[in-house]
């Protein structure tokens, strides 16, 4: 396992800054000692995470959409990042079917901007943050690998696999792998942490319902998903962006999953019981099954690839998950130091 405080004053660039998992991630590459760069849309809504970590003050932030080259080209021409994370994405799916040409033009033309720009520009390492959604889910009882089909129903499953083809077909066409660039994709899915305050997603519903003293719909509890805590599939993207890096191991198929072992995924309902007995006992919820927007009932990948290539494995069982994860919102509610047990979480998981 490569060590991350080898991060120390490496120029890092983070897309997607302002996000739940953008702000973990550049909060975290700070801690390390990088130098942090974030490029992030300017948004009406406050962005609360970030804020609450205060990264205002300790990277440089820009404002940009991802989607305007000229704009961005000059960011990252001025900053010359020796690895760039593009986690920039509209990432809920019922906003994909509200609006799908803007996912489409984010997920899709956005990824296409950003990675010309880092070639144009002759950067060294690219990891780009995709999804586990981005593969054809054909409802199989055993984890997609690396090299399954690609494919969606909805906009925003077939937004990623869009965006990885357009990806690998820059890799392929400008032979990157090849010479000097180290390019990747990561893929990774249902991440649950504090600081997560979007709509329609299991954890933020479940906290936003609970503070407001009203009762949670629970919409397809049999829904199996590869749950997991912020920290895990960043600490993978950060040991491959170093193995990347340092290393000159060249990798025949430049995509990796991070996601839990086989026997650590768990259906919907279980969360919602296990939360309501050992977390929050006077949760109230409805089970309403979802019949207006498609959701696949199974989703699972494989991380044998990420453990045997990488030495990565995870840490945390979804008990420990959920656990951490309201701790921190508790903190939040109870609007003690968010920096505190953001620390403390990090450094319990990765010491």
């Not at 019922?94 to 997920?107: A, E, V």
């Amino acid at each position: 396992m490569i060590k991350l405080n080898l991060y120390r004053n490496v120029k890092v660039l983070v897309t997607g800054s302002t996000g739940f998992k953008g702000s973990w991630m550049c909060y975290w590459l700070f801690l390390l000692g990088a130098k942090v760069y974030g490029i992030s849309l300017k948004s009406n809504e406050e962005p609360i995470l970030f804020n609450a970590l205060k990264l205002k003050s300790k990277i440089k932030q820009f404002n940009c959409d991802v989607t305007d080259y000229h704009k961005l080209n000059q960011i990252i021409k001025s900053i010359k990042p020796d690895i760039v994370f593009h986690l920039a994405a509209q990432s809920l799916v019922t906003k994909s079917f509200m609006d799908p040409l803007s996912t489409i033009n984010t997920n899709v033309y956005g990824t296409a901007v950003i990675f010309k720009s880092f070639i144009q520009n002759n950067c060294n390492t690219f990891i780009f943050c995709s999804s586990d959604k981005c593969y054809k889910n054909k409802e199989w009882i055993w984890g997609y690998k690396e090299n399954d089909e690609l494919g969606g129903i909805d906009p925003y499953s077939s937004s990623k696999a869009a965006a990885e083809i357009i990806f690998h077909s820059f890799i392929n066409s400008f032979k990157l792998n090849q010479k000097s660039t180290k390019c990747a994709s990561v893929r990774a899915g249902n991440v649950i942490g504090g600081g997560d305050f979007n709509q329609d997603r299991l954890i933020p519903d479940i906290i936003k319902n609970y503070f407001n003293g009203k009762t949670i719909n629970i919409k397809n509890p049999s829904s199996v998903r590869p749950w997991q805590f912020v920290l895990e599939p960043l600490s993978g993207y950060l040991e491959l962006g170093l193995l990347l890096l340092t290393k000159s191991k060249k990798y025949k198929l430049p995509s990796w999953n991070f996601g839990p072992d086989f026997n650590k995924i768990y259906d919907v309902d279980y969360i919602i019981r296990y939360t309501k007995k050992n977390i929050i006992k006077d949760l109230k919820y409805n089970l309403k099954k979802n019949n207006k927007i498609y959701e696949s009932k199974f989703l699972f990948v494989s991380n044998e690839k990420a453990k045997l290539e990488l030495g990565w494995k995870p840490r945390l069982n979804l008990e420990q998950t959920l656990d951490f994860t309201f701790d921190w919102y508790n903190s939040y509610k109870n609007n003690e130091n968010i920096l505190n047990i953001t620390n403390d979480q990090i450094e319990k998981y990765y010491r």
